[in-house]
């Protein structure tokens, strides 16, 4: 195209009547080649040099391009003509023109190339990216074994590139489970079956975090977690219970404790600290210095610790109102590994309420934390009711939950103040939804809207930590279907 010299000459084939279409996207022989450019024939046709003397190397016909000065460059050329020294000048301009408008076309073909280098991912690179990102948002020992339906749907496709669609179709692979066959051979991801050991893909069970796809994506994770740290402003809080202990006063008397050293001197949060709320680590702390100073670890077996009488009161003495059915006597000796439990088994135990990020203490008390109660009974013709209590003890107001549930769920909800069957603390409320909602209650509490396949639950603004929420199915509700243990009464 845009060389005027033909490339080939030829016969058009007989057959071909003048209305029938020939060219590009048509099939079979319309054309008979005769000759073509640089055979024989064509070269018969060029003009013979015009000195006698010059050499065939200085013959413009016969350096391999037939008198087209420019052919192997792959430029566009004018046609063979032998030019005097009077048209020169003027072949010369026609030449340059021409080499302008080809150094056009080359620049145009390297922009079009640039084009191609940006035009995005594969569908293939989108759907790595994103299982690689998904795996890195998951903890390896808190999040897995994980089914692979709930992987894809609640997790890969919401780490996806921003801007990008994750289309299984247009990939090579055509299902996820193609896909996921090959990163299992490539050492990635770590697969199991399901209970019904049918399906050797159904579970993912965890992945390699040391596999050259995914480190980038887990250190981003990680600057990720640090942001959150050093910005809490920008991240949604969320709730957390922790575990406390309190030596009682009576074992500071039997152990000869210092009553400063069972207070929390050290702790981080000026809530607790100089408090007896003690952490499990510091509790254990207390119980190594009283061996230590006692010189109980026996020599024979630095393992093992010679439980001395105030030690062993303290581990195995029963109360006066305790019944004697047991009247094994206590061991002389254990490890510490089986002290422990032991030890922190007969401390009063307390709990705090963490605001998280930022570990602020809301709240410090005795006991055991407060439940949130998810009931759901039954009641005639197969109908269902689902009552929740005890979302004043984290400070949410049980009217606004009413009415956010009521508009998330579409369903029917009221506020009772006084329950038949129940009798509630004061200023507390019931909500009554009608129907089974315990999926859906629990995740929108405790803000994990992978609970549940329900968009009611989703962007919730609770989050609850999950060990306060109580679950209980009366009789005649159906089971769950989450592994989640929960109540039966």
Known sequence: EGNPQPFAVGILDPKVTPTEPVGPGTTGIAVHVQTMYGDDLWRQQLPTPTSSTESESDSPFDLGHYGNAGFLEGQIVAPVVRSTNEDEATGDANIGELDGGEAGNETAGAEEEDEDEEAGPTP????????????????????????????????VLKHRPEGSTVELKKTRYKKFGAYIQEQVNRDLIIVGPDASKKDPLAMLVGYNPRHEDIIPYIKERKEEQKNEVDNPQNTTTRLALAELYIIPNHFVDLMRLDKAAVKAANASSEERKNTGFLTSKESKTILDNYIDRENLVNPSNKGQVILDGPLTDAL???????????????????????????????????????????????????????????????????????????????????????????????????????????????????????????????????????????????????????NAVDVVLRKGVPARKRRAPVKKK
């Open 124 to 155: 293939e690179e989108i759907l790595h990216q994103a299982t690689c990102a998904a795996l890195a948002h998951l903890h390896l020992k808190r999040d897995f074994p994980i089914n692979m339906a709930q992987f894809y749907s609640q997790h």
């Open 316 to 466: 195995f003495k029963k109360s006066k109102n305790a019944k004697k059915s047991d009247d094994t006597p206590p061991p002389a000796k254990m490890t510490r590994k089986q002290i422990v439990p032991i030890w922190q088994s007969r401390l009063d135990l307390a709990y705090a309420l963490v605001e998280l990020p930022g570990n602020t203490v809301l709240k410090l008390a005795r006991g055991t934390p407060p439940k949130v109660t998810i009931e759901v009974s039954q009641r005639q013709s197969r109908k269902f009711v689902t009552r929740l209590r005890g979302m004043e003890y984290y400070r949410i107001n049980g009217a606004e939950l009413r009415q956010q549930m009521a508009q998330r769920f579409a369903c029917a909800a009221t506020v009772e103040e006084n329950p038949v069957d129940y009798k509630l603390p004061k200023d507390h409320v019931e909500v009554q939804l009608q129907g089974n909602w315990v999926d859906e209650v629990e995740a929108l509490l405790v803000g994990d809207e992978s609970l549940t396949s329900h968009g009611g639950a989703k962007n919730s603004p609770y989050h609850l930590p999950p």
